[in-house]
């Protein structure tokens, strides 16, 4: 079966098979949805891809699904959506249910058709999502959903279960990613993704939509061996070279009366491709080997070499403890250690007179030699009640820490291929934070009637901790003299919220909720070029009304329309932080404004035979939107990055889902996704351009035109599954006035299409083995920093 494509049905109540769906309406929202689904529909460019998806499954309905000996009653008849079942959540208790449009994936679905490594890879060929993952055990994937592309790590939520692993300390590539690591991937059931502001259940990070990794626990003990093998063959400029991974998996889960309990363990050793390249304006003095090139700009920009070739040996610990205090009451501890040890080194060009290599005194080579030391430690409880009755609860705490986190490099380079023995240490010491959300459930008319009432109180704190310092020997990070540089500060916010679901009909569901926020900023100092400055306490809240009404039609179609504000409070790193990527440095902004979405959605349900279809209109218009961009600025030698207000932008698009299985042939499962953004500034008067150029009209930074994504899985047996899949994605702007119109160059920001193959083989109920090949095509791209290229990965797992 391949991922699924439908409402939130798995958490509904069995009154209908959807009664948890709750939508959110903005009271002051003043767009329609007949002007909105006008406006689709004038851009003629929409209808080929569309069409030749829809003709594609109309194709596959038409066919026959293989011997008709084979075909049970159930292949035959036409799914009702009421019927069709996500994923039914393994959890005991109860979750705020999401009211908008969910797809999902299932753990052996994952394990038949993805090469997946990571726990993120899972969610890898689910619609409109892409996950920023540079290599293998990357510290850095952020998700991208299809209204907000990379660098937006803030715009969208994720959870383990109902505990939240977003690292709402930033926005951006750096330390904004979610942590993963907090689990492992055979402790996955299943994937779901829900698109959407649309649940006043989530604060308004969730814009972009929100992630939840349902775990799960064995009634009986299960113990699981997993060993997995990468090599990538890359080549490009100078650098040629096999970058291998290596990684062992242990896990060990099952349950004791009242008692349930998993623990993981993770050990990888990786090698990376070059993550960076060394460019510059000339030709360094006395030096051969420097290659041509441009930047993103089409500005010379010379190749010297390449950087951050990375080894890193990492482990994850991780664990979950689940206690049934009474038979309606439940208590869970999750815990997640995380270790990085890592070094970077160059691979120059340049040669010397003699032929020797050589930095030829090119600074940019220093800041991609360095060592890295992290540990972190996560923690969480939560506690909640499943009475089936007129009341029910929840309660969750976490907190993440960064225990360590160092990264040391040298000062500059000398002669040769030598650097100074000086150096700086940067450090994430200290930075942390806490969450904590209380939830209580009431059902008026008892387990089963036609409302659920659900009220929530939020509170977190962020706080970051990031001083860089000089050292005597950079080496010896021990070594530390005076401070260079430094960013701290805190945020936190606190919030209440409540949402109603109510069942006015048999076919009508409407649901309505709000969210009031409150959010302060404090404590933010900056210093800089021996300059120290205390920035000012900032302070904001915010009211979030909700809107769903959901119309099911007949047994076979439901159409659902939503409306929804939201709102983004500046994350401290936005604020405070001080942040180096190679060469390109980025400066920290204190007074940035809250950004403020009013997002609707019109969406369409077909259920097929073994199948699904969706069409979903939305729209979300963003108001102050923080927006990150990288640029150069007058008398500054290297290129920026800052965030700045965007008065306006609007993202309105189309997106068509289609999942079916055994199309022509028993067996043969397809999927996928078309996805159509028009992202739009509207206005942005504080855009300021020395060569003249206007962000107005332009299309917003990260977000691509295009998006899409193709799953093919045929099952020949019950022991064998072959998968083709491919990802496509449009070309993606990072500047506001989109000048960076070159592509396939250090920084760019490229159109890529990428396929993928896997073959997965179930020896017997104990043994498996699967091998594959990510980007068979060997597709050359850019996403700022060079991306994987043709990767062979194999596995073999031992379940006992």
């Known amino acids: 079966m391949g991922w699924s494509v439908a409402r939130a049905c798995a958490d509904a109540h069995p009154r209908d098979g959807c009664s948890g769906l709750r939508r959110a309406r903005d009271g002051a929202a003043t767009y329609g ?259 041509p090139a441009l930047n993103k700009l089409g500005q010379v920009a010379n190749v010297y070499g390449a950087g951050g070739l990375l080894h890193t040996r990492m482990l994850d610990l991780n664990g979950k403890l689940v206690y049934d205090i009474t038979p309606t009451w439940r208590a869970t501890y999750m815990v997640g250690y995380w270790s990085n040890h890592g070094q970077s080194h160059t691979d120059t060009y340049l040669t010397d007179a003699s032929g020797n290599p050589t930095y030829g005194k090119v600074s940019g080579f220093a800041s991609n030699v360095y060592q890295l030391s992290a540990h972190h430690l996560m923690q969480a409880l939560s506690v ?148 120290a400055v205390q920035q000012p306490r900032e302070t904001a809240d915010a009211f979030s009304p909700k809107a769903t009404l959901q119309w099911s039609v007949a047994p076979d179609w439901r159409l659902t329309g939503s409306l929804g504000r939201a709102v983004r409070f500046p994350t401290v790193g936005e604020l405070y932080q001080l942040v180096a990527t190679g060469s390109t440095y980025s400066v920290p902004n204190p007074d940035l404004k809250p950004e403020t979405v009013r997002s609707g959605e019109l969406a369409v349900e077909h259920a097929l035979d073994q199948g699904l279809l969706r069409l979903s209109l939305f729209q979300e218009n963003t108001k102050q939107a923080l927006i990150s961009q990288t640029s150069t600025l007058p008398n500054v030698a290297v290129p920026v990055t800052y965030v700045m207000n965007v008065g306006e932008l609007r993202n309105r698009g189309v997106e068509l889902v289609a999942q079916k299985d055994n199309v022509l042939v028993q067996g043969l499962e397809l999927s996928g996704s078309v996805t159509f953004v028009d992202s739009t500034i509207l206005s942005n008067d504080s855009f300021v351009s020395a060569a003249g150029t206007t962000s107005e009209g332009k299309h917003a930074p990260y977000v691509p035109r295009w998006r899409a994504t193709a799953v093919a899985t045929y099952r020949p047996n019950a022991s064998w599954a072959f998968t083709l899949a491919g990802r496509y994605s449009g070309k993606q702007y990072s500047t506001l006035d989109n000048t960076d119109n070159t592509p396939h160059v250090f920084g760019a920001f490229d159109s890529f299409r990428v396929f993928d193959v896997r073959a997965h083989y ?28 043709r990767t062979y990965v194999a596995d073999l797992k031992l379940s006992l």
């Open 33 to 291: 949805f007949m002007d909105m689904c006008s406006s689709f529909f004038r851009g003629a460019a929409l209808g080929l891809p569309l069409t030749l998806l829809a003709s594609s499954i109309a194709l596959a309905q038409g066919g026959s699904d293989g011997d008709p000996q084979q075909t049970t009653a159930t292949d035959k008849r036409i799914t009702s959506l009421d019927a069709v079942k996500v994923i039914a959540a393994t959890q005991q208790g109860v979750a705020p249910r999401f009211p908008g449009t969910l797809a999902s994936v299932p753990a052996e679905q994952v394990e038949a058709t993805v090469n997946a490594v990571d726990v993120e890879d899972a969610a890898k060929y689910l619609p409109s999502i892409f996950i920023r993952k540079r290599n293998y055990g990357d510290t850095q994937p952020v998700l991208a959903t299809r209204t907000w592309g990379v660098n937006s790590s803030a715009r969208t939520l994720v959870y383990i279960d109902d505990i939240p692993i977003s690292a709402l300390i930033a926005n951006n590539n750096t330390i904004g990613a979610p942590r993963w690591g907090m689990t492992s991937p055979e402790a996955i059931d299943h994937i779901d993704m829900l698109y959407g502001p649309f649940s006043a259940a989530y604060a308004g990070n969730s814009m972009g939509g929100v992630m939840r990794i349902v775990t799960r626990i064995p009634d009986k003990t299960e113990v699981t061996i997993k060993q997995t093998e990468a090599v990538q063959s890359f080549d490009l400029y100078g650098t040629h070279g096999n970058y291998s991974t290596s990684q062992t998996s242990l896990t060990a889960s099952g349950r004791s009366g009242s008692l349930g309990w998993f623990f993981g363990a993770n050990a990888a050793n990786s090698f990376s491709q070059p993550l960076s390249m060394i460019t510059g304006s000339t030709t360094p003095t006395g030096t051969a080997g420097t290659i």
């Open 384 to 531: 909640k009640s499943d009475t089936k009755g007129d009341y029910d609860a929840s309660f969750v705490v976490s907190h993440y820490d960064f225990i360590k986190d160092h990264q040391w490099s040298p000062a500059g380079v000398t002669s040769g291929t030598e650097v100074t023995t000086n150096g700086r240490l940067a450090s994430y010491d200290g930075t942390q934070w806490s969450t904590a959300d209380a939830t209580l459930f009431w059902r008026p008319q008892g387990y089963g009637g036609a409302h659920e009432v659900s009220f929530g109180a939020h509170a977190d704190q962020y706080e970051l901790a990031n001083p860089t310092r000089n050292l005597a020997s950079w080496q010896d990070p021990s070594t530390v003299t005076t401070l260079y540089a430094a960013g701290s500060g805190k945020t936190q916010t606190q919030a209440l919220w409540v949402q109603d679901a109510w069942q006015l009909t048999p076919a009508w569901l409407l649901t309505l909720g709000g969210r009031y926020e409150w959010w302060k900023a404090s404590d933010g100092f900056n210093f800089s070029g021996n300059k």
């Open 762 to 789: 179930q020896i017997n109920d104990h043994l498996a083995a699967s091998f594959g090949i990510d980007n068979i095509n060997n597709e050359k791209y850019y996403l700022y920093h060079p991306f994987p290229q």
